[in-house]
Every structure is written in structure tokens, then in C-alpha cells.
């Protein structure tokens, strides 16, 4: 049995606390495939789908034929609005189309959970103790991040939303803020770390499984890996 351990800074960067969390009691094998979907539906959903090009009907210019069959030493044509010709319709024209659809809830759910371990096994995730601000200043939420070592892409989460904290964060490039009920696989995913609140990490977890089933579960995990264990 083996625990992922997470250091909790403060603002200022110090180490305030430590906690261990024990990624097979979340989540079991992390599928790709469901990743891979749940983000492509994410993203597709996202498409405007208002893309649209005219057909030779919808183009300007006459159906008359341009010179006759044979004898003038051109190529045979028609008339100008051929998709052929410069000016003319596109031969597959693109009409405006609905690119949403949706998988099962239960599926992405599942997918937020994956996504947030495998961030847990590749030492993505940051855990701040506490993250407020009396009036948005993005220059002090900057110095946050520069305490705490973050030059890449970050995903900072939330208990619930903040209007100072979303106010300070929209203006640094490469930084998103969402609340704990908003988080899923995509959002997770796209950004390289995930930066979370105690509060937030504690509200996430609680929602894929209840601290005392956790505890149940993590004895009974404690058991049998005792048991299991050779003797000399």
C-alpha cells in the first residue's frame, strides 16, 4: 500500500502541513480511453458550429452556359458558378451544424476523479492552506504563485466562487480559477498544475467518497496488506 504525500504551504511558500492521500481509495485504474473521451466531448462542445460556405446555388452569377461544347480549343465548362472556378461554389460546401452532444454523467464524473489522480501521481497538485484577499490585486496573487514555484500553466481550485480571487487571476496569462463545482476531466487536464485550497481539496475528495467511508475503507486496505505480508 502506498499513499501520495502532500506538502500544504501558505501564501508565502512555507510548509504548514503534510497530509497523505491514498490514490486507489478514489479511483481504480485510470482509463485513457474515458479520459480521451470525456475530453473530446468537452471540446466539441465548445464549437460554435456556425461554420458555412455557399454552394454553387448560393453564389452569384448566371446558369448560362459559357461558350459552346466544342471548337474553340478550351476545356469543356459550364457555368461560372462551378466549383472549379475561381468565384464559384464550394463543391462540399460547409452548413452551420450542432457539434453537442453528451456522455453519461456517471462517466464524467468518474473522468474528473481520474483526471485528479493522475495529477496526484505525477506531483501536479498543490495544496495552499488558504487562499483570500480583501479587494482583487493581481499583483499580490502573483506573488503567490511566485512563492510557491509556479511558472507553468495553472488551474487554481476553489471552494465556491470568489469575485476578488477571479478578478486578480483572469489577468495572468496561462492561470484559470474555478470553484469545486465546476472542476472536470478537461479543465483538470489542460492546464499543467493544479493548485487547490484546503477547503477545495478536502470538498473534492468529500464528493467522491465520505471521510467515513474513506476510513472504512483505507483500515480495511491497511488489513489486508498486513495480512498479506510474508512472514520471516
Excluded: C
Excluded at 134 to 156: F, M, Q, R, S, W
Amino acid at each position: 500500500m502506498s499513499g501520495v504525500e502532500l506538502i500544504i504551504y501558505d501564501k508565502y511558500g512555507k510548509e504548514v502541513d503534510r497530509l497523505t492521500v491514498y490514490t486507489e481509495l478514489l479511483v481504480g485504474n485510470i482509463s485513457n480511453q474515458l479520459l480521451h473521451d470525456a475530453v473530446v466531448m468537452y471540446q466539441s462542445n465548445l464549437r460554435q458550429g456556425s461554420a458555412k460556405s455557399k454552394t454553387r446555388a448560393e453564389v452569384a452569377g448566371h446558369k448560362k452556359k459559357m461558350y459552346k461544347q466544342k471548337g474553340t480549343g478550351n476545356a469543356r465548362a459550364g457555368h461560372r458558378r462551378s466549383g472549379v472556378r475561381r468565384g464559384g461554389g464550394h463543391i462540399f460546401a460547409k452548413k452551420p451544424r450542432n457539434w453537442f452532444f453528451r456522455l453519461p454523467s456517471k462517466a464524467l464524473k468518474k473522468a474528473a476523479r481520474m483526471a485528479f489522480v493522475a495529477k496526484l501521481n505525477d506531483k501536479q497538485v498543490i495544496l495552499i492552506d488558504t487562499l483570500t484577499i480583501e479587494e482583487p490585486k493581481t499583483k499580490e496573487v502573483a506573488g503567490i504563485l511566485k512563492a510557491l514555484k509556479i511558472n507553468e500553466t495553472v488551474l487554481v481550485a476553489v471552494e465556491k466562487h470568489n469575485i476578488n480571487l477571479y478578478k486578480s487571476f483572469r489577468n495572468i496569462e496561462g492561470v484559470r480559477i474555478l470553484p469545486v463545482p465546476d472542476l472536470n476531466a478537461y479543465e483538470i487536464l489542460r492546464q499543467k498544475r493544479l493548485l487547490m485550497t484546503r477547503s477545495a481539496y478536502e470538498s473534492f475528495v468529500n464528493s467522491i467518497i465520505s471521510p467515513t467511508d474513506y476510513e472504512t475503507a483505507l483500515n480495511e486496505l491497511k488489513k489486508t496488506t498486513t495480512d498479506n505480508t510474508p512472514k520471516p
